[in-house]
């Protein structure tokens, strides 16, 4: 334990120098923005420019962002933090590929003094602030979304449970939400949990389960994002069934909200990024500045490594073809002309969509 002590006393006492420096620099700070991957639409449409957007309006434009994807490498996103520790970043907003693989740069990075936010996933190690949403929740408005759409036949037949990535922790949050609403109430036929979020696994995974249960005995999918339900929609298609069980989803993509449209997919999550990103970004600039969090965060969220860290969790909304207007229309994440593309506009004229 006196080891540990010291240990951590050193830490502090190597960060200290640092932290001042960063603080004199006012809001020529340089922030370091790590995203996950570029498969799913929303790092590069949303969560980098609306971070950067927020960054410079909060230091008046004399902040410097240094941006790296990872693409879903989890050792490349290592050497990409480890380079901007070495560069003397400010500060580090990280989203994990795997929460548990950047523990050691985040470590390094606390160690150099430089605070780090984790950013939609909650980095293992010792994190200075984390915003999210309400990831639990978010499986619960699927399940409950799912259970809506079945009806009087959540118990004719079977579902299939498609997660997202055992590396990644909100994927098991997404699970044990979703799992808290449909246990007992519907018969889960096939589970999975998919590598990387891969569209092309999920599609595959579903073929599986189609062929195992039997097409006609499938009444629903629950699948954690968009982008693996387009892969389940597509197996469902090619296994010939005249009509689609209910699918749900998760990110309001833009193909997700356009089979919503269609209905060949039920539902989405829509998770207000304008709002996850502004979090993100006074949390960083408070934290490059030597401020305290207390004024942002009010709630602390548990790591496996980390007690007690600062976080601010975002609600989240179900997306149905019933509220597309008040949703991504309104908050601007997509104008009517960008969903009712000509291919999908007879679609939009039915429901209303204008």
Known sequence: MAIALAACGSAKE????????????GDALTIGLL?????????????????????SELTHGKATVKYANAKQDASVQNQQADTMITNKVDVLIVDAVDSKAIASSVQKAHDAGIPVVAYDRLAEGPVDGYTSFDN???????????L????????????????????????????KGAHSVLDGKVSIGKEYDTPDWNA?????ETEGALTALGKDKVVGVYSANDGMAGGVITALQGSGLSK????????AEINGVQRIVTGTQYMSV???????ADVAAQMAVALGKGQKLDSIAKTKVDSPTTKQVPSVLV?????TQQNIKDTVIKDGIYTVNEICTPKFKAACDKIGLK
């Open 14 to 25: 190597s960060g200290g120098d640092s932290k001042s420096d960063s603080a004199k620099k």
């Open 35 to 55: 995203l996950p991957e570029n498969q799913t639409a929303r790092y590069e449409k949303f969560d980098k420019p609306l971070i950067e957007k927020k960054i």
């Open 136 to 146: 639990e929740e978010v499986g619960k408005v699927q399940g409950e979304a799912l």
């Open 148 to 175: 809506k759409a079945l009806g009087g036949n959540a118990k004719s037949g079977k579902v299939i449970m498609v997660n997202g990535s055992a590396t990644d922790p909100n994927a098991a949050q997404f699970k």
């Open 200 to 204: 092309q696994k999920a599609n595959a």
């Open 244 to 251: 689609l069980p209910p699918v749900t989803g998760q990110d």
């Open 270 to 276: 829509y998770k207000p990024y304008p709002q996850e």
């Open 315 to 319: 609600p989240v909304v179900s997306l």
